[in-house]
């Protein structure tokens, strides 16, 4: 398979990439550590200088990628204090961004020649599957219905975690998204 940056580097700035599929930031971090065959990258959406005016977004994106699966799961990371409806409103605005881009400026991650290169490379793009994960300082639950609801809208799968999620293996990330983990 291609390598995955160089199918992303069509779409993000070079300078964005993260060095490793990790964000910290405030004593709060996120990790992937792939395991052999698996596939992530890290993309720092605070880098990105072309992001739209008064338009928020989360801390990082990832992808992730399965030998048995020809879809991509795209995690959208927030590492943040104490305030959790904020933290979803910039998961959701970066969902929007992500999907329908705004033209010349940003190209949305379904425009034809993104699918088409990454159809090229046997993988059929993410398979409207996108893991919200937010990291925060204290615990913050969200209530089912909110994260049901939050879903039936965006059909983002919201997931919180007190402190971090380190070390975590895409096929576990797979599992989140599939609703098959604790």
């Known amino acids: 398979m291609k390598d995955l940056k160089s199918i992303l580097l069509q779409f993000f700035p070079e300078e964005a990439f993260l060095k490793s599929p990790k964000k910290k930031e405030k004593g709060r971090a996120f990790s992937i550590k792939p395991e052999k065959g698996e596939a992530a990258v890290g993309i720092d959406l605070e880098a990105i200088d072309h992001w739209p005016q008064n338009e928020k977004r989360c801390d990082a994106l990832f992808l992730c990628w399965l030998p048995e699966r020809n879809e991509f799961l795209i995690v959208l990371v927030e590492l943040k204090g104490n305030h959790r ?98």
């Open 85 to 182: 409806e904020k933290a979803l409103e910039q998961i959701r605005e970066t969902r929007q961004i992500l999907c329908r881009g705004t033209g010349s400026r940003f190209k949305s991650i379904h425009a034809a020649e993104q699918l088409a290169e990454f159809r090229s490379c046997g993988i059929e793009g993410h398979g409207k599957r996108l893991l919200g994960i937010i990291i925060g300082k204290k615990s913050l639950p969200i209530k089912a219905k909110e994260k049901a609801d939050l879903y039936r809208k965006t059909g983002i799968i919201i997931q919180y975690k007190t402190g971090g999620m380190t070390g975590i293996s895409c096929r576990e990330l797979w599992r989140h998204a599939d609703g098959t983990s604790d």
